[in-house]
């Protein structure tokens, strides 16, 4: 099958947040095969390519956008392949939605991401953001990733050779960029009764603290060190704040959630009266955690 290309998609149908106008171009990867015709057509088209996965991380401006979307589709797996003393390594694809993976871990009794339940995005994007929650963060399990360059093919790279940040992951030997397209994590072993329950626990803490169900791309800022930037927001007065169809939750004040039909000419201008009154009142100046494209 030749690379699917799908002309000017619209960000708004492929992000949490409905934001955003249409992309020039998206091409949906579903196999290794597709890789080498990916690296063609970004030579051909010489627009500047931008890897999306579920699109839970981006804030996506309203006008056209002239990026050449890249997209991993219908991920083989999650698969066990081995274990390492009391570590079981599962390798999945990069497309694979992180519930989906929580979910198969969790009937196979396979722990040690319970704490990321409730997050939305794909495997790929989990670990270019380093994602992570309640003491889990993905980088931590991964024993090793497949990455992919145009100019470079797909490559093996171990654990050593990555670098894990607060929501960030780079690697030493591909200081550009990269798509990831496959992942192998080490997880423990328990009773899969104990982690449908520690799954669930989480999820209620999460439902009870986030709007879990509203239009949003999780947390807009970063916790500053040892601050929280909700909390930062919330004493700012942001909690509530509303601008046309955007505003800062009710229940979280460091989400931003589309009531309706907001656009992101109001999330950026929202985000940017937070960053102010955060930065006027406490002296901290805080950084975005969404991507803004
Ligand atoms: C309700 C809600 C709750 C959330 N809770 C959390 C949370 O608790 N913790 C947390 O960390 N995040 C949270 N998020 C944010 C988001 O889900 C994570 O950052 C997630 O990992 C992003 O994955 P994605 O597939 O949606 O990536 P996208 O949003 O599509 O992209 C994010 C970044 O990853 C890159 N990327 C995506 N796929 C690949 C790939 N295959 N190869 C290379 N780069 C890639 C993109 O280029 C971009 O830079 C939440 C979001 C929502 C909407």
Known sequence: MPLELIPNPLLSK???????????VEAVVREETDLDELSEFLTREALPPFVIG???????????????????????????????????????????????????????????????TGIPGTVGGAVAMNAGSYGVEIGELITRVRVWTPTGGLVWLDRGQ???GYRSFSLADLPGKFLVWEV????????????RSAMRDVYRNKKATQPV?????????KNPPEQSAGKLLDKAGMK??????????????????????????????????????????????????????
């Open 240 to 293: 509530g704040a509303r601008l046309g169809g955007m505003a800062f939750s009710e229940v979280h004040a460091n989400f931003l959630v589309n009531l309706e039909s907001g656009t992101a000419a109001d999330a950026l201008q929202l985000m940017e009266m937070g960053r102010r009154r955060v930065k006027e009142q406490f002296g901290t100046t805080l950084e975005p955690e969404v991507i803004v494209l």
């Open 162 to 164: 990555c670098s894990f």
């Open 14 to 24: 492929r992000t949490t947040l409905r934001l955003g106008g249409p992309a020039a």
């Open 184 to 195: 192998e994590l080490g997880l423990g072993e328990s009773d899969p009764k104990a982690v």
């Open 213 to 221: 169900t509203a239009k949003s791309a999780g947390c807009v800022f």
């Open 54 to 116: 579920a699109g839970s991380n981006l804030l996506a401006g309203d006008g056209p956008l002239e990026l050449a979307l890249v997209r991993v589709a219908d991920c083989p797996g999650p698969e066990r392949v081995e274990r390492d003393g009391s570590t079981i390594i599962v390798r999945c694809g990069a497309g694979l939605r992180l519930p989906g993976l929580l979910g198969w871990a969790q009937k196979a009794g396979f722990s040690g991401m319970e704490g990321m």
